[in-house]
T-cell receptor
Framework: ETGVTQTPRHLVMGMTNKKSLKCEQH?????MYWYKQSAKKPLELMFV???????ENNSVPSRFSPECPNSSHLFLHLHTLQPEDSALYLC?????????????FGPGTRLLVL | KQEVTQIPAALSVPEGENLVLNCSFT??????LQWFRQDPGKGLTSLLL?????REQTSGRLNASLDKSSGRSTLYIAASQPGDSATYLC??????????????FGQGTTLQVKP
């Protein structure tokens, strides 16, 4: 596998379910990100991890819980979600390199909350 | 608060046309600006990155310009092809975000190039 991978690609869950999204980067990067992309809204940054430490939490509700066990893996644990949480969840990674730093994105997990 | 706006929201052109996508941002204190491409149901691919000290970047048929003082960037696509059909996203990295790599995105322009 190369680049940034995400599993599952599609997920349907009820509001009382607990599920987890997984992201893995094979690029040797030291930063990882979760974004939410809803219809007709700009891509929203949710969390940032640098060297496994969370450095940004963009006022995300506590029903979303990130976990970064090492610099290659990032999880997003979901519980008691709402229908408005249905969206495409994108993971990205980057190597801190100053003004030239580029983020590499995974294909996303399409989440539907019923 | 930094806001990024992209105009138009959607664009349909015949194959072979040259076209310009627009991006504006409200705060000129940026580290860099990037243009991304997103195909339906897929992640984003970085096309061009312009540092705050630069005026433009070119890659193949793509040329991106940056006017930081006016808060504007354009993405120029020459001789458009059906394969260029996708959503194009503009994102700025605010100055002061060097430790987080934080990006602020526009809503995107969805481009359709008709054969």
């Amino acid at each position: 596998e190369t680049g940034v991978t995400q599993t599952p690609r599609h997920l349907v869950m009820g509001m009382t379910n607990k599920k987890s999204l997984k992201c893995e980067q094979h690029l040797g990067h030291n930063a990882m990100y979760w974004y939410k992309q809803s219809a007709k809204k700009p891509l929203e940054l949710m969390f940032v991890y640098n060297f496994k430490e969370q450095t940004e939490n963009n006022s995300v509700p506590s029903r979303f819980s990130p976990e970064c066990p090492n610099s290659s893996h990032l999880f997003l644990h979901l519980h008691t979600l709402q229908p408005e949480d249905s969206a495409l969840y994108l993971c990205a990674s980057s190597q801190a390199s100053g003004p030239q730093e580029t983020q590499y994105f995974g294909p996303g997990t399409r989440l539907l909350v019923l | 608060k930094q806001e990024v706006t992209q105009i138009p929201a959607a664009l349909s052109v015949p194959e072979g046309e040259n076209l310009v996508l627009n991006c504006s941002f409200t705060d000129s204190a940026i580290y860099n600006l990037q243009w991304f491409r997103q195909d339906p149901g897929k992640g984003l691919t970085s096309l061009l990155l312009i540092q705050s000290s630069q005026r433009e970047q070119t890659s193949g048929r793509l040329n991106a310009s940056l006017d930081k003082s006016s808060g504007r960037s354009t993405l120029y696509i020459a001789a458009s092809q059906p394969g260029d059909s996708a959503t194009y996203l503009c994102a700025v990295r605010p100055r002061g975000s060097s430790n987080t790599g934080k990006l602020i995105f526009g809503q995107g322009t969805t481009l359709q190039v008709k054969p």
